[in-house]
């Protein structure tokens, strides 16, 4: 369990609060984070590199709360976006633009157009047409565009097939041996202006060695581009680095920056770091409750409120969740095994299989460990359920940083035309 998190008089708490107590005020289901784990998650990562020049860019599609990503800004991070909804929330957030990379392989012209016009950091650019439209879009608006190529190193990192980006099948970035024809278009066009190099392997990495076979490969082609004159003046490294779920030991940020400053270092750049799920994962959990317990021949269901609808990562990659109650038993020691389900009418709707966990009872709270990364922002409203509450901690406060949804939320912006009226 993350320090911020901690049983007190055997009631879970976050920093200063009891987590049944907000529940009581709040209801259930709903998202709770600590903003000082955020925080110390965020400084030690930039502890870790202090000896170069970098940003940390927060990868906003984790958890783009406009409180999360303002916190972030308040330690200095900038923001890695991926579509116009993370811009209008970056900035929205207070983020400045000047700290703000642009990825991802479908960027449409109102989206180029709109980071164009917001001034900033720069595109990293996933194809060649792509350069060639963002060219175009520039020159429309009368601007010059700064532009990375995300390069494909073709480097397994050992995760999740869905969450590996840097294998050269995937959809993402631009094969290394194209890139230099990229680089080349790129100077040829007038309205871009090439400024850096971009790489991104994947998620949920637990070792440093696929980083640093993506940087060898990618500090070599630097030096090719040197070599042919380009001024290149940012390298994007990514994010990636993951997070103990379960008994995965990742490294740390001082244990990945201690293998691969040297050669980071040597390449004499400034480095954006994109981590999402290293700022926030373990700084936040779904608070839950126990709705019915369901004990059938083959079985034992533990139905709680909360649902794949609200947390997908298990349903989806089969993701393991930890999940703790939220008041201590009194017999601690004591386990029965149970999948943990929700509401949904889907089979695949479970937030944990064949789980041990204490005893349960009707009304009890359960809380979801490793929920502050791409928890919220995969929700649904998939049977019509409205997304829940998110909360932030601060020591002895606490704030609603989005309301429940309500049932008018489910339908704004829908309409019955008049032909359906009968009238
Ligand atoms: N930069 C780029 C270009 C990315 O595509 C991603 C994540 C990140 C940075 C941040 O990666 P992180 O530091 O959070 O690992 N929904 C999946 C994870 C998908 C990751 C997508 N890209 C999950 O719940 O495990």
């Known amino acids: 369990m993350p320090n911020s998190f901690s049983y007190r008089d055997r009631l879970l708490h976050c920093e200063g609060l009891s987590v049944a107590q907000m529940a009581s005020q709040i209801g259930t289901p709903f998202y709770l984070y600590s903003s000082q784990s955020m925080q110390e998650q965020f400084r030690a990562y930039d502890r870790a590199f202090a000896s170069i020049p970098h940003v940390i860019c927060f990868s906003m ?6 409180a999360v990503v303002r916190l972030f800004v308040n330690e200095g991070g900038g923001v890695d976006i991926v579509s116009g909804g993370e811009l209008f929330r970056a900035v929205r957030a207070g983020a400045d633009p000047r700290k703000i990379v642009f990825s991802g392989v479908g960027k449409t012209r109102a989206e180029i ?3 164009l016009k917001s001034g900033i950091l720069m595109f990293n650019v996933e194809s060649l047409p792509e ?3 963002i060219d175009r879009v520039a020159q429309e608006l009368g601007l010059k565009a700064p532009v990375a190529l995300r390069i494909n190193p073709d480097v397994d990192p050992h995760t999740h097939d869905y969450t590996a980006t840097g294998k050269k ?8 041996d194209q890139a230099m024809d990229g680089y080349r278009l790129a100077r040829s066009l007038h309205h871009l202006e090439v400024v850096g190099v971009d790489v991104h ?3 949920q990495i637990t070792e440093v060695e696929p980083y640093e076979k993506a940087l060898l490969k990618v500090k070599s082609f630097v030096d090719q581009l040197r070599r042919e004159g380009f001024g290149i003046r940012y390298f994007d490294f990514g994010g990636g680095l993951g997070i103990p779920y ?7 940020p001082q244990e990945f920056a201690e293998r691969v400053l040297p050669i980071l270092s040597a390449m004499d750049l400034t480095v954006i770091f994109e981590p999402g799920r290293f700022l926030v994962g373990n700084a936040g959990i779904l608070v839950c409750k126990v709705l019915y317990v369901k004990d059938s021949n083959a079985k034992s269901h533990v139905i709680v409120d909360a ?3 609200d947390l997908i990562r298990p349903s989806l990659y089969g993701a393991y969740q930890e999940i703790i109650p939220v008041s201590l038993p009194a017999e601690p020691d004591r386990r029965v095994t149970a999948d943990v389900v929700g509401p949904v009418c889907e089979s695949g709707d479970f937030l944990a299989k064949d789980r041990e966990i204490p005893p349960i009872q009707v009304g009890d709270l359960l809380a979801v460990l490793g929920a502050g990364a791409y928890g919220f922002t995969m929700s649904s409203t ?3 359920r409205p997304r829940v509450p998110e909360v932030l901690v601060r020591g002895e406060e606490f704030h609603l940083v989005r309301r429940r949804e309500t049932f008018e939320d489910l339908v704004r912006g829908e309409e019955i035309p008049v032909f359906l009226k009968g009238d």
């Open 61 to 66: 599609k984790a958890n783009s709360n406009l």
């Open 382 to 384: 998939y049977n019509s």
């Open 131 to 133: 350069l060639k439209t």
């Open 113 to 115: 157009a709109d980071a």
């Open 169 to 176: 099948e995937s959809k993402f970035g631009i094969d290394l």
């Open 246 to 252: 379960k008994d995965e030991k990742p490294p740390s």
């Open 307 to 309: 649902a794949m609808n």
């Open 201 to 203: 392997i994947g998620s």
